[in-house]
């Protein structure tokens, strides 16, 4: 039994604590550092960028799309895409917008007003809707991801255009004697100083950070996306993880949908146009390996919070719109390029 | 500079001198300061348990990563890799141990990665072909090179990384494990490659657990353990035992079938099964099989390639759909249930391909240990962790994984290693029914009785196995029972007393041995 006795030896030995390794931390820590050189760069530049009423208003500029980059991170983790998710967003507002003007019920000859949790409900349940036709089309009939979703994308972008005629929703506040008011309340108001919609965000992200670390269908969502044949025959119901990731997705689009609309207090057809693509940054950004298996929850919030500080930032100094879009890009690149150099040297070695 | 081909391979002429070669990852010291010759047409092969650091020895060698300190030799230079190119134009190319293939390209374009054949400017696919079917031909292998790699199996893509480092016409080959997913009928005619390589001046590094085999073919051995050279010696100074006993320490056998209790009733039953070929061919790669295996009993499925071991397995397991016939568990059909209700009603797989579908690479070595048995730590949704750390700890400790901890990336493992982990993953399902699929590919002999002999443990609680192999030796180690199997069916059925001779000649194979 000496062989035995030798491995777990071994064992003991390597086992040591690690030494703290300053470019390692501060290659994992990209996000956050990359956040604080931000905050500071611009607190320098202008007065007004630290002061706690900006920080509150770029934060609830930040929801929208943290909300969508964290349903991104759980199609990313699942190494798929969804490419709908900005359509699902305009769809969705203007779906909440329809609903509130009442719905006319022509064989009933009345119309119906239903109340804000309905609405609420309805259009989230509208964003799940999209969410799983995504899904079944990834999942069940085998259509690649970045197809099935940029054709969602344009069907979702249409109907919204067709409900509206290409018009936008402005009544939004509804009448106190139909029952329906309080639709700004997700945009405007304040709990305890903090906005709604960041309020919204926080709980999103730790329900969606309790999800992926702590439950069993975290674990699948890992397995599946970094080797879903082994998970398969581990016993992971794939299937049912990939339809479920793009119906989260699809409710988190719905949200972010009520969130800005509320905001706006419109509600137009075109609304989220290219916002897939931000959420997609801020969840790379963040650490995720589009490849899939590799992201964390707190990775991709501070990858939102980065570029909608980045680009408020730029606005409140002053930088022209296409400079803003040169930084965001660079931005991108930058960490993507950062990830490849955190994942090449551990991937490499087989 | 001295050509190949025109000396004659008695001379004993080292070409390549590694020294003092010393490779550490972080805090894994994998190899400490190993001194490896080579000699002009000659066949060297590299002993050692699993992590003793042959493979990195071997990419070093070949450029594939650079030592920590060390020097290397060619032609009486001290000359340095900074990658795998460069060594690759001294002519040192080598067949690593887990595939590096394309699986969505054919064959032709595998072998000629990288390397195109350009003519006027574009590629000249017909001369490719050419010297693909060359290849084939060469290799005795049926294979149209323009057949996509993914559906080959396992075996027939490893004879593809053979031809495409063949193909280089390098002056030293190194391969390590590459008979892991052969028939012995396949290793034969490498070896008769390998001989006419060597005649030619080309020298050869080889690396198997297949100990016997690797006698058959190797003009010395070098012995690692634990990243020092523990022995060296010319073959004719050497045997077997002197293998074994320099490489883990003791004369390991692998086992005899566990005795002194009873079999339990019949835990898998299987009825006339008939499985299509799945590449579109109007055959049966299963063909009528029937198989009863009683709790406590241990089988052995021993076939060539392409007998239709793996497919029986991977029916039973729910992943290949069956076109006639039963499975029962116990007195459960099977049928209807999926994958993962098979490994809670106690049926569990240990896949052929580990890189493919045993490992997530994305994840630790704990997590791969836990991923089929999530629903034994998780209360209430919530996972918990403390439940989850024994489990892996329990298993690391089962299968004896070498491993710097659980949080360890799965792809620091070496290969055997990283099989000890696609076992314990699916015996911490506590399955009744355990299906495997030559798990003894790419382990060491030590490791090799270890798991044998957790097999038998297992069975002696109650556990009915079923295991494939393509080496007679291990038929002859637990199982109780043999069954051939030969195109589908199953040829012959022996108990532990049968020969090697019985066993092979029922195979269909020729016995050369
Ligand atoms: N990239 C890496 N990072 C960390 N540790 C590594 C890495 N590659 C190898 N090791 C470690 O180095 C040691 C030697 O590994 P190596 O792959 O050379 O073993 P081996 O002799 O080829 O074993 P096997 O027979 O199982 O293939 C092992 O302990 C392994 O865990
Ligand atoms: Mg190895």
Redesign the interface.
């Known amino acids: 039994m ?3 006795a ?2 777990q030896t ?2 003991g ?4 604590p ?1 030494k703290l390794d300053i470019g390692r931390l501060l290659l994992e820590g990209r996000a956050f550092f990359a956040l604080i050189a931000i905050i500071i760069f611009f607190s320098l530049m202008s007065p007004y960028y630290f002061t706690v009423n900006n920080f509150l208003i770029m934060s609830s500029h930040v929801a929208i799309f943290g909300l969508l980059a964290l349903g991104m991170l759980l199609v990313i983790l699942n190494g798929g895409i969804d490419l709908s998710v900005g359509s699902t967003l305009g769809l969705c507002g203007v779906f909440a917008g329809f609903l509130m003007q009442g719905v006319n019920i022509e064989f009933l000859g009345m119309t119906f007003y239903p109340s804000l949790w309905v609405v609420v409900v309805l259009t989230c349940l509208l964003g799940a809707a999209v969410g799983t036709v995504n899904g079944v089309l990834v999942a069940h009939f085998k259509v690649p991801a970045f197809v099935a979703t940029l054709g969602t994308m344009y069907v979702a972008r249409g109907i919204a255009l067709l409900m509206t005629n290409g018009l936008t929703y402005n009544q939004l506040e509804g009448k106190p004697e139909l029952g329906n008011t309080g639709f700004e309340w997700l945009g405007f108001n304040r709990l305890a100083g903090i906005p709604i919609s960041v309020i919204v965000l926080i709980v999103v992200a730790v329900l969606c950070g ?1 999800m992926i670390s ?3 269908f ?3 969502l ?2 599946s ?3 879903e ?9 794939i299937k049912r993880v990939k339809v479920t990731v793009y119906l989260l997705s699809g409710v988190c689009a719905a949200l972010a949908g009520l969130v800005l609309s509320s905001q706006l207090t419109s509600a137009g057809p075109t609304a989220g146009t290219t916002y897939e693509l931000t959420a997609i940054a801020a969840v790379v950004i963040g650490g995720a ?1 589009l490849t ?3 992201g964390t929850v707190r990775g991709t919030i501070l990858g939102a919070l980065v570029i909608g500080y980045l680009s408020d930032g730029l606005v409140i100094i002053g930088v022209s719109a296409y400079w803003q879009t040169v930084f965001t890009g660079t931005v991108i690149v930058l960490a993507v390029l950062l990830n490849s150099l955190q994942y090449g040297t ?2 490499k ?2 | 500079m001295i050509l190949a081909y025109d000396n004659l391979p008695t001379v004993d002429e080292v070409v390549l001198e590694a020294r003092n070669i010393a490779k550490s990852f ?3 010291h994998a190899l400490k300061g190993v001194n490896f010759d080579i000699h002009r047409g000659q066949v060297t092969t590299l002993f050692g ?1 699993n992590g003793a650091g042959k493979s990195t020895l071997m990419k070093i060698l070949s450029g594939v990563i650079t030592p920590t300190s060390g020097e290397i030799v060619l032609d009486g230079e001290s000359i340095l890799f900074n990658n795998a190119n460069e060594a690759r134009a001294k002519g040192i190319s080598i067949i ?1 141990q ?1 595939l ?1 293939l394309a699986p969505n390209m054919n064959v032709r374009d595998n072998i000629f990665m990288g390397r195109e054949i350009i003519k006027g400017g574009q590629v000249d696919f017909a001369e490719e072909e050419r010297q693909a079917r060359e290849l084939m031909a060469e290799l005795e292998e049926d294979i149209d090179p323009l057949t996509p790699l993914e559906e080959l199996r396992l075996g027939q893509q490893q004879i593809i990384e053979i031809a495409r480092a063949i193909s280089q016409k390098s002056r030293i080959l190194i391969m390590d494990e590459p008979t892991s997913a052969l028939s012995a009928a396949e290793v034969e005619v490498l070896f008769k490659v390998i001989r006419d390589l060597t005649t030619k001046g080309v020298s050869i590094v080889y690396i198997s657990h297949h100990l016997e085999e690797a006698l058959t073919i190797t003009d010395h051995a070098v012995v690692l353990r ?1 990243g020092t050279m523990t022995a060296y010696a010319p073959r004719k100074d050497i045997n077997l035992e002197w293998i074994v006993r320099n490489m ?3 004369n390991f056998d692998l086992g005899s079938p566990p005795t002194g209790y009873e079999f339990g009733n019949t835990a898998l039953h299987v009825k006339n099964l008939v499985i299509k070929d799945s590449g579109g061919g109007d055959y049966n790669v299963v063909d009528n099989l029937s198989i009863d295996v009683k709790a406590g009993e241990i089988v052995c499925v021993y076939g060539l390639m392409g007998a239709g071991r793996s497919e029986f397995m991977e029916c039973a ?1 729910g ?1 290949l759909r069956a076109q006639q016939g039963h499975i029962l568990l116990g007195d459960e059909d099977v049928n209807k249930l ?3 209700e ?3 009603a106690g049926l569990a ?1 240990v ?1 052929e391909d580990r ?9 630790t070595v704990g ?1 791969n240990l836990s ?2 048995s ?2 034994e730590f ?1 209360h209430k ?3 918990s962790k403390a439940d989850e750390d024994s489990l892996i700890d329990e298993s690391i400790r089962a299968v ?1 994984v ?4 659980a949080e360890a ?1 799965i ?2 493992l070496s290969g055997g290693n990283q099989q000890k982990v696609v076992i314990g ?1 699916m015996l911490a ?1 506590a399955p009744k029914v355990l299906l495997l699929d030559e798990p003894s590919r790419g382990i060491d002999i ?1 490791a090799k009785a ?1 798991v044998f002999k957790l097999l038998a443990e297992r069975a002696k609680q109650g556990l009915a196995v079923v295991y494939s192999t393509s080496e007679v030796a291990e038929c002859l180690s637990i199982a109780h029972r043999i069954i051939v199997m030969h195109k589908g069916k199953i040829s012959a059925e022996f108990d532990h007393t049968a020969s090697k001779e019985q066993i092979m000649a029922a195979s269909g194979e020729s016995v050369t041995h």
Do not use: C, F
Not at chain 1, 13 to 16: M, P, Q, T, Y
Not at chain 2, 402 to 405: A, E, N
């Open positions: 000496s062989a035995t030798q491995k071994v064992q030995v390597s086992a040591a690690k309790l702590r439950t069993a975290g674990r699948w890992y397995a996306g970094g080797n044949t082994a998970a398969d025959l581990s016993g992971v119901p390996a899939g298996g590799r551990s991937g070695n087989r | 972080g805090n894994t348990e690593h887990e590096s634990d883990v320490g003791e397991a992943r999926s994958i993962a098979r490994i809670q797989l896949p890189q493919k579908d045993g490992l997530v690479q994305t994840m997590q991923l089929a999530i629903g998780t949704l919530l996972t004896t070498k491993t710097s901890g990336a792809g620091s993953k399902t030590g270890e």
